[in-house]
């Protein structure tokens, strides 16, 4: 903790565009490599520091990283690191174990060598700076879990779901008044660009980012909130014209916001994290983890036995997995971040909306921001309600993370009773 001194803030951006021919994920039916950029993919790096305390927030326009990833970045850097992914499903691989994949592996270090980059110059940037919040709605998502006649779920449009509309705004300013830059958090899938394209594109988020910084200046950090059932209102049609249009929605309501902006006390910077272990369903008793997820390859018209080939090529990760109460359980990433009168916390997963505006509600009388997929990912976090229904976040996701087994229908519990663990420890 430091209690010592005043705020200082950094920022600083680098072009993080893959190599053509590297194949972008997040959806199971695109088979080709991407042809080239539509947008710049960035790395835009916040170092905030208080006293001998220093915390780095990294914006990333990629769909994930791993946990491995991350702690390397953390150990080269020497302080704790969020680095907060936008869920473009237009952006390359970033991680692979297998060490075939030599352009992904060489990206991924290129990568690495830019976010280093972004935080070090970051840090060298350090002024002191006061920080503004302002909050307001917006129109820019649908909840996607449809519901069927039969009483199924599907991925499509639920007009009567849930969906949070808050989007909310940080915005650093030098002792001079001049905008630094500002960190941006709302809740909706960057998918705007569907499975057929192949050109890389920071999606509807950078749309919205480009509108943003070209009319009142400063760098903009972008944290997704909890997203995991909301899809974007323009989703149809493959056509670029939708993310300008998704995007400038998006800058609409953050511009209305910026105008009455107002000063958030900042009399500390204290960072906590821990993993919260999820045990999995029908793993107790197994010696090592059995290859359930391999079930998947049917859903594609593959014998069983292929599915590691199939994940390999189309999603390559690596699920930490741990015995833990006589169960196999995978972790959930925990940050916590306390400034005083604002708070940053983040769950490495794709979360639902609800259980974003849970989170938020901790920590009510402060500003308050709720980050997903940030550090990590290892599939999707329904509420208990949702899990009930199935459906592919449900029922497929586990297996394309190579789980032995699906989380228990409580696991948003459990993540939610992890926050409240570290907040405890604030008070």
Request: proline fraction near 5%; charged fraction near 20%.
């Amino acid at each position: 903790m430091s209690e010592t001194g005043s705020l200082k803030v950094g920022f600083v951006r680098q072009i993080i565009n893959p190599p053509t021919g590297i194949l972008t994920i997040g959806f199971g039916d695109r088979f080709k490599g991407n042809r080239g950029v539509h947008d710049d993919l960035t790395a835009t790096a916040m170092v905030l520091a208080l006293g001998d305390q220093q915390v780095g927030i990294v914006a990333l326009d990629l769909l994930a990283v791993h946990e491995d990833f991350t702690r390397e970045l953390e150990n080269f850097c020497g302080i704790p690191l969020l680095l907060c992914c936008a869920h473009t499903h237009s952006a390359p691989m970033s991680f692979s174990s297998n060490p075939l994949r030599t352009k992904v592996k060489r990206y991924a270090e290129t990568l690495r060598e830019k976010i280093i980059l972004a935080v070090d110059q970051a840090r060298g940037q350090l002024q002191p700076a006061s920080l503004f919040w302002g909050e307001g709605n917006v129109d820019i998502a649908v909840n996607r879990r449809e519901r069927l006649p039969d009483g199924r779920v599907e991925i499509g449009v639920n007009p009567d779901g849930p969906v949070d509309r808050r989007v909310a705004v940080i915005e650093a300013r030098s002792e001079e008044g001049e905008v630094l830059g500002r960190v941006i958090n709302m809740q909706c899938h960057a998918t705007v660009m569907g499975p057929e394209n192949l050109l890389v594109s920071a999606d509807w988020v950078g749309a919205m980012r480009r509108q943003l910084e070209d009319a009142s200046g400063g760098l903009t950090v972008y944290i997704q909130g909890a997203t995991g059932d909301l899809n974007p209102k323009l989703n149809v049609g493959n056509d670029f014209e939708n993310i300008s249009r998704l995007g400038g929605e998006a800058y609409g309501s953050i511009s209305e916001i910026l105008t009455r902006l107002q000063y958030i006390q900042v009399d500390r910077l204290t960072h906590l994290r821990s993993d919260v272990m999820i045990p999995l369903q029908g793993t107790e008793g197994m010696k090592k983890p059995a290859k359930t997820y391999r079930e998947v390859a049917k859903t594609v018209g593959l014998p069983p036995f292929l599915a590691d080939i199939a994940l390999e090529f189309l999603y390559p990760w690596k699920t930490r997995l741990e015995l833990y109460q006589g169960a196999w359980a995978f972790p959930i990433q925990e940050n916590l971040l306390d400034l005083g009168g604002l708070v940053l916390m983040s769950m490495g997963m794709e979360v639902f909306n609800q259980i974003g505006q849970e989170a938020r509600c901790f920590f009510e009388g402060k500003a308050a921001v709720f980050g997903s997929l940030v550090n990590s990912c290892y599939g999707y976090l329904p509420t208990r309600a949702e899990y009930e229904l199935g459906g592919y976040e449900v029922d497929m996701s586990w297996k394309i993370y190579r789980m032995p087994g699906p989380m228990p229908a409580n696991a948003d519990q459990l993540a939610l009773e992890g926050l409240e663990r570290l907040k405890t420890k604030l008070d």
